[in-house]
């Protein structure tokens, strides 16, 4: 069976290097010009694997440029594969495969279609989640689904960087057998059921910016869910720096430190405590932007013009 693969991320790589040691490698494998990783935080780029493997590789800036879709179809491939690709797939690129294009999304579809799952999955407390993959069509995530497996979320700790973990994960095991599931003629599809569909929006950097009058269970899981792979959840010092907070944890008594939001109430070695706005704080373990904590009843918040 010929296949396509078409990616760019960390997730990308972990799929499609499990491909190829399960003995489907892809025919041609598809990508992002280097000069456009920034398009992606966690881009990775896949010519180590393709070389390691002799396999084909094209870089474009769209899947749907003529080349690429000439190049595509020339292959006559059964089965396109798109894994951390962020561009919608048209209808001139998905009906080239005989069997048809399959798509991954880090949730349990029909909820969480969209955007930022991974981050959303986190901000709405959520106890679990799954790996899905499915057919791609029209909509954006609507197609039936082939394969979909549980993933438990730990609605207190669960990082970016460990839900990532575990879908990337979950994907490299899910990837081989169902493509070999196909090649033997067996195409699972089972359609979506609308009714339990929510839609995730898009998230841009600037949405991490922390709101200290925010209670502080709120912004203790902001701090979680918009780290690594991220670009993460950040505030000012009093001073202009940016401070990108990748560590947190709630602090133990309430109503301790009495103070404004985002005031800085104590510091402990290198972690200090900021007052929240519930009556509450939050312990600050690790950050990016400067060597020392802030100062004591500085106030932390918007960037000062």
């Known amino acids: 069976m010929r296949t396509v693969f078409i990616g760019a991320v960390e997730g990308s790589a972990k799929a499609l290097e499990a491909l190829c040691r399960s003995g489907h490698a892809p025919s041609l494998v598809v990508t992002l010009p280097l000069e456009l990783s920034y398009r992606h935080s966690d881009f990775a780029d896949l010519e180590p694997i393709c070389t390691a493997y ?4 094209h870089r474009t800036p769209k899947s749907e440029a003529p080349d690429t879709l000439h190049l595509i179809a020339e292959l006559q491939p059964d089965l396109l594969l798109v894994v951390g690709w962020s561009q919608l ?6 009906n080239i495969p005989r069997i048809g294009s399959l798509g991954f999304h880090p949730s349990a579809l029909p909820r969480l279609r969209g955007r930022a799952v991974i981050p959303w999955t986190i901000l709405l407390g959520l106890k679990e989640t799954a790996a899905t993959l499915f057919w791609l069509e029209d909509g954006a995530d609507t197609g039936p689904i082939a394969s979909q497996r549980p993933i438990p ?17 979950a994907l490299a095991e899910m990837l081989p057998p169902l493509v070999a599931r196909i090649a033997d003629g067996d195409v699972p599809a089972d359609p979506q059921d609308d009714s339990l569909a929510s839609i995730c929006g898009r998230r841009r950097p600037e949405n991490g910016l922390i709101d200290w009058s ?11 869910a918009v780290g690594p792979p991220y670009p993460g959840a950040f505030t000012y010092s009093e001073s202009g720096t940016r401070l990108t907070l990748t560590l947190a944890e709630p602090h133990p008594r309430e109503n301790y430190f009495i103070g404004l939001p985002g005031q800085v109430q104590a510091i402990n070695g290198n972690h200090f405590t900021v007052s929240c706005g519930d009556s509450r704080s939050i312990d600050i373990t690790a950050w990016e932007g400067a060597h020392e904590p802030p100062r004591v009843h500085t106030l932390l918040g918007e960037e000062r013009k």
């Open 54 to 57: 002799a396999l084909p590789i």
């Open 89 to 94: 797939c048209s209808a001139a690129l998905r």
């Open 214 to 224: 925010r209670p502080a269970a709120e912004i203790e899981r902001l701090i979680r």
């Open 153 to 169: 979320v730990d609605p207190d700790r669960e990082t970016a960087a460990s839900l990532y973990e575990k879908q990337i994960t």
